[in-house]
């Protein structure tokens, strides 16, 4: 039987409860409860045991269970809850014991205040010392899905100093407990800037340079004259490698130039491209990087501009230094053979783990992602269940496309950063998650 995830809708009420300080519990408030309360009428039929956890650091785990078929009440207690914010993770387990559905969010307990899933706080003046969870059972997803971030999109163009028409294209970078994301202002005419902005939580995002970390050139006839493009970072032997795309002619080649830095944001530009456009390859956009025993592998996407065809395939070079590139004698890696893919894929990110490649890719209009595996990064086979998110599976449809993905293996949770599209057209970046492959 296949694991599920279900959504959760959750509110919480509390009055009455410990207060944390740095994990010392204040003893002159005593702790609340919290009582969950399931829609049993209608909860899926092979849904058995309820399992509760509430977790913190610096606290004691603290757990609970219930059997829906037999409990009368279908609801769960749990008491002695400090105040401060818990990770709350509920799973559903069949006859069995194997788990079907799951649901877990970070909730902030505050007195006097309900505190719902998406953190908003409404003032309460009813009920004392317990917490109310009810809980309807949505539609069932299987745990290998994405779950979209509920207060997505995190960025927004007005978030950058640069004053972009739009924003696209994050590339992110994790160090030392530091989200790092470098992104795309986008211009008219196909002029771009790349933008830079941190966070702690990979949820919100500050700018904390009022300039774009785009390498600079004052070489007016250089190959890349026109614009220079988002493209990764991998930091290796205490430098930062940043691969852009640039170009002199928006119609003409687009090639994938490298610049260099010491500290991640003043980058200096080699002379030249370190992968040429080809006559078959007359665009080149680089997607990711990655190193795995001392080799680096860079997955682009290819197409041609003349034509209109920005996004055909992906292809791949290797190295050995991060300068020096090698095309693979087989490109392309992959191409669009599944129907949902049309006329052509690219934009892929790639992660090495569990001893296997892991790529994200998107379709050549948005309409969604593909997955695909490979055991040596050259030879990749796409999942049957593509695509494996669309807009569709976006929080309240919040954007009707998904494009750009990007994904990171990150304190043990895959986290997928895409551009989207809100409510007023805008291009903002989103956030989704899980936590197995």
Not at 228 to 234: A, D, L
Not at 302 to 322: P, Q, R
Not at 381 to 399: E, L, R, Y
């Amino acid at each position: 039987m296949k694991k599920y995830f279900i959504f959760l809708l959750v509110s919480f009420l509390f009055l009455s409860c410990s207060k944390d300080n740095n994990t010392i519990v204040d003893s002159t408030k005593s702790p609340g409860k919290i009582s969950l309360k399931f829609d049993k009428a209608n909860a899926p039929s092979s849904v058995v045991f309820i399992n509760a956890s509430l977790k913190r650091d610096g606290y004691t785990n603290i757990h609970g269970n219930l059997n829906i078929k037999t409990d009368s009440s279908a609801e769960l207690l749990l008491n002695d809850i400090p105040e401060g914010t818990w990770h709350l993770l509920i799973e559903a387990q069949d006859s069995l014991g194997k788990i079907i559905y799951a649901g877990e969010t970070d909730v902030t307990i505050v007195s006097n205040f309900i505190t719902q899933v998406n953190l908003t706080l409404l003032p309460t003046t009813t009920g004392v010392g317990s917490i109310y969870i009810y809980i309807t059972w949505g539609q069932s997803i299987p745990t290998t899905g994405w779950i979209d971030f509920i207060k997505n999109p995190i960025f927004l163009k007005k978030q950058s100093p640069l004053g972009p028409n739009d924003i696209a294209l994050p590339k992110i970078l994790y160090e030392n407990g530091l989200y790092k994301m470098y992104y795309q202002n986008v211009f008219s005419s196909a002029k771009a800037l790349i933008g830079y902005a941190e966070s702690i939580d990979g949820y919100k995002w500050n700018s904390p340079y009022q300039s774009s970390v785009s390498p600079k050139d004052s070489n007016l006839y250089s190959w890349d004259s026109y614009t220079r493009g988002i493209g990764p970072v991998i930091r290796d032997r205490d430098q930062y490698f940043l691969y852009y795309y640039g170009f002199h002619n928006q119609y003409d080649y687009w090639q994938i130039g490298l610049a260099t830095s010491s500290d991640g944001n003043h980058f200096t530009k080699k002379l030249n491209p370190v992968i040429k456009a080809t006559d078959t390859e007359r665009l080149t956009v680089a997607g990711d990087i990655l190193k795995v025993n001392n080799i680096f592998y860079l997955y682009y996407t290819y197409g041609d501009a003349s034509t209109g065809e920005f996004i055909k395939g992906i292809s791949l070079a290797v190295s050995s230094d991060g300068v020096n590139w090698e095309r693979y004698a087989q490109n392309p890696v992959l191409t669009p053979t599944q129907n949902w893919e049309g006329k052509g894929i690219g934009h892929p990110s790639v992660i090495y783990d569990g001893g296997e490649f892991r790529m994200v890719y998107m379709d050549a209009v948005g309409s969604g992602f593909g997955v695909a595996t490979s055991k040596d990064g050259k030879s990749w086979a796409k999942s049957n269940h593509n695509p494996v998110f669309t807009g569709k599976n976006t929080s309240q449809q919040w954007s009707y496309g998904v494009y750009y993905p990007f994904v990171r293996k990150i304190d043990n949770k895959y986290k997928l950063f895409y551009t989207g599209s809100n409510y007023l057209g805008e291009l903002c970046i989103g956030i989704a998650e899980k936590n197995e492959w």
